[in-house]
């Protein structure tokens, strides 16, 4: 009887030690890192922003602040360096509408006084940047400074107007294909934000106008927010 329960013993355990080695070479050969995340290597995600054009030290300031607004959407695409640096890059679409004050002396895009007027620039536009990531995190956005370049096709380029006739109609006249406006733009851009939620700006470096038209620029700095379209 002692002999059949030390074979018995000994039986459990080595079984129990085997046991043990296999589930440790199971979890080491079936590890998989993520490659995909907002901390990890690549991470793809939309966004939307709002922002407000801006005149610095140019005169004379004939856009109506506040009013005056760029909408715009797309996709990011981030790539990780290392734990504190990565570099990205977006596509998307903005939308900007310069409201022009009516006021003597008004003589953009013309020296006709309306109810209302604006100038409508819609483009396509692409960008890369560089981030600096601030303070540790796990696998979230986290803290970020971003900065970069980008570049922008004016596509559809408006003049609109809103008046009212002798009998009290609305009038609105739109003229597309503004030969006075250039088809592209490019700028600097930079961006600070916490999770989801930046503030940016965005300065253009070329001009909206076309040289040969004489008028004076619209404002080339858009100061705004953005939200990023993930968890």
Not at 54 to 69: C, D, H, Q, R
Not at 120 to 128: F, N, P
Not at 174 to 200: H, Q
Request: aromatic letters at 12%.
């Amino acid at each position: 009887m002692k002999k059949l329960f030390t074979l018995l013993l000994l039986s459990l355990s080595f079984g129990g030690f085997s046991q043990e080695i296999l589930l440790k070479q199971n979890v080491q050969a079936d590890t998989i890192r993520p490659g995909w995340g907002p901390n990890l290597k690549n991470y793809l995600h939309g966004y939307v922003g709002l922002g407000f054009p801006l005149f610095i030290n140019e005169e004379p300031a004939y856009t109506k602040v506040g009013t005056s607004v760029q909408f715009d959407f797309g996709l990011r695409y981030k790539r990780k360096i290392t734990n504190y640096f990565a570099l990205g890059m977006d596509l998307g679409l903005n939308s900007t509408a310069f409201k022009i004050k009516q006021d003597d002396g008004k003589y953009v895009p013309d020296s006709i006084i309306n109810k209302k007027e604006k100038l409508q620039v819609s483009a396509a536009s692409g960008s890369v940047f560089a981030r600096i990531n601030i303070g540790r995190r796990g696998n979230f956005i986290g803290n970020y400074i971003d900065m970069g370049t980008y570049g922008s096709w004016n596509m559809v380029k408006k003049h609109k107007t809103t008046n009212k006739n002798t009998n009290g109609e609305k009038v609105k006249v739109s003229t597309t294909r503004l030969d006075y406006i250039e088809d592209f733009s490019y700028g600097l851009l930079a961006r600070i934000g916490i999770s989801r939620y930046a503030l940016t700006a965005q300065y253009r470096l070329s001009d909206i106008f076309k040289s040969s038209c004489t008028l004076p620029e619209l404002p080339k700095l858009i100061v705004g927010v953005e939200v990023g379209l993930f968890k």
